[in-house]
């Protein structure tokens, strides 16, 4: 019997197709930044944001910078910030509406009606997590999940990020099965003491990485952990 309570998600190669973040999330944040700095720009979220740009860059043209990173797909916070708020107006209005892998929504739902517990890890902002489940083609899953972790834990190349994790979480690390497509995640989740497991996704062309199991998708992973199928 699996010792598995809790589930944690990376996201993009994971849950939902990179070519989506790549090709459609971050082309619209790059369009629509300039009204959003003009627009909101009493927003403390972006002050805050481009205080930390200026800080880091001092006297540089913060549109130029958040390009500069949103091309090179840097994980900085002023970045995931402000892209989290595109995205919100994105997702709100219709413009944007997350495209899921298939297999994603009926395992998750499946796990969440036999107990396991559910949660995300992803450098994207707790609040972009919530908008890419909240408006997915499969509708609102946001119910299923009972945690939305960012950078504000700690980088996911860090093994007491996934010890911070399990401590909030109240559970053994060895308790937590980390599912990702990225090996030096997986690696740093299993320093910490979790299970884990690559997600080696055709569409995206994951290179396996010898540190983990791997599944092609949520039924393989189901099959090798002895979790609910669908």
Known sequence: MSTIRLILLDIEGTTLPISFVKEVLFPYSDRVMPDLLREQGDNPQVKAALADIEAAHPGCDPLAQ????TVRDEKVAPLKSLQ???????FETGALKAHLYPDVPQSLQKWHEAGLRLAVYSSGSA?????????????????????FY???IGGKKE???YRGIASRAGVAPEEILFLSDIGAELDAAAEAGLKTCQLVRPED????HEGAPQAADFRSVSQQFELPVP
């Open 84 to 90: 989290g708020l595109a995205w919100k107006t994105g």
């Open 127 to 147: 609040s972009a997590q919530r908008l890419l489940y909240g408006y997915s083609d499969a509708g609102d899953l946001t119910p299923l999940f009972e945690a």
């Open 150 to 152: 960012d950078l504000g």
């Open 205 to 208: 062309g994951t290179a396996p």
């Open 66 to 69: 958040l390009h500069d990173w």
């Open 159 to 161: 093994a007491a990020s």
